[in-house]
């Protein structure tokens, strides 16, 4: 895996597929350019390291040069028209390759051929050693092509996150979060939940999200989502879960070198799991499990009143009010869990026993998902 400025990038396509696919694309042309002599030019800055592998295993003779067409910016490539760069020789009646690392929306491709109109060329050929099918947007017609790839973000071999990854001789791709595991975390008040998100977090290498801190954090920091959420708790009304989830989505982006989170306080509602859904979907990911430590009743109200007399929570103190917050639990839960029972994701936990024998319980349920 290699890190450029804030994304992680996994092994897509090896040096050894690239050699295949750049010997591939030189025997096409020449093959079909026969003893006539080619100008190759390549597209830069990306098309550097293809240009030189290329013009290698060219077999005949040919002459290469470069142009430039500034298209591209961050991770989206630009509509903008470029300017060209660098065209200085005469290619009146000449065959021209453009030799492109990558073709995407095909916008580029579009400058190209507009700014060849006027060069009087013989044949204008396009062979490019990646292409995105799905996000090619044009029909101008591509040559020859080295390797079709999925639309996904890629370095290496020439190209770049905002100017990093050019010089890695093979081809990465953007990690997104498919490979996360993600974890609802549910107890009652007093199953040792907070206990166990922690060995959970260090064990997997997942990020914690309760809800609760996440409110109290955008508030405090005064992010804009966090003022829109304070002006509805300021009014008494409940913040609308589209706001909260938003919170959310803003910090599984800023933890995407995560293996996963754990979310703790949400969802509460049908509407919210679904929401939470498709949040992970956005993502690319997924949740993988709602797991609920179960602990019986007289347990639970039995190790509240013990925590109340150091806690110095009152909520911990009264057992009325601990078996209200118990029963409001079950009742509120109770759909969650026929939710998540409906796509096989729900895993009960027996939370009675040692701290060490739970996590081992729950360490079970996570190694299977
Ligand atoms: P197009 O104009 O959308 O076909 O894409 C042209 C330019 O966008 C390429 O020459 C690259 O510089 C850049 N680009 C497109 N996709 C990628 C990618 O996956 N990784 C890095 N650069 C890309
Ligand atoms: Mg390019």
Known sequence: MVKLHDKYFKPFISADEIDKAVTKIANEVANDLGD??????????????????????????????????????????SEDIQRLIGLTQDLTGRTVVILEDIIDSG???????????????????????????????KDFKLHYVGMEIPNKFIVGYGLDYNGLGRDLPEVYQLKTTQHMTNIVLFGPPGAGKGTQANFLKEKYNLRHISTGDVFRFNIKNETALGTLAKSFID?????????????????????????GFIFDGFPRT?????ALDTLMKSKDSQINAMIALEV?????????????????????????????????????TAILKDYFSAQEKYFGVDG????????????????KL
């Open 296 to 332: 019986d009743d007289e347990v639970l109200v039995e190790r509240l009143l013990e925590r109340g007399k150091t806690s110095g929570r009152p909520d911990d103190a009264d057992e009325g009010i601990i078996r209200n917050r118990i029963k409001e639990y079950y009742s509120k």
């Open 352 to 367: 009675i026993g040692s701290i060490e024998d739970i996590t081992e319980r729950l360490n079970s349920v996570i190694d």
């Open 235 to 259: 009014k008494g009304e409940l913040v609308p879960d589209q706001v909260t989830i938003d919170m959310l989505s803003a910090e599984v982006e800023k933890n995407a070198d995560a293996n």
């Open 107 to 137: 916008n580029t491709l579009s400058d190209i051929h507009r700014i060849f109109k006027n060069e009087g060329v013989k044949a204008l050929k396009i062979a490019t050693l990646f292409y995105k099918p799905q996000a090619y947007k």
């Open 36 to 77: 006539e002599i080619p100008v190759f030019i390549g597209v830069l800055n990306g098309s550097f390291m293809v240009v030189s592998d290329f013009v290698k295993k060219y077999p005949k003779p040919c002459e290469v040069t470069f142009i430039k067409l500034a298209s591209y910016e961050g991770v989206k490539s």
């Open 270 to 274: 049908n509407a919210q799991a679904e």
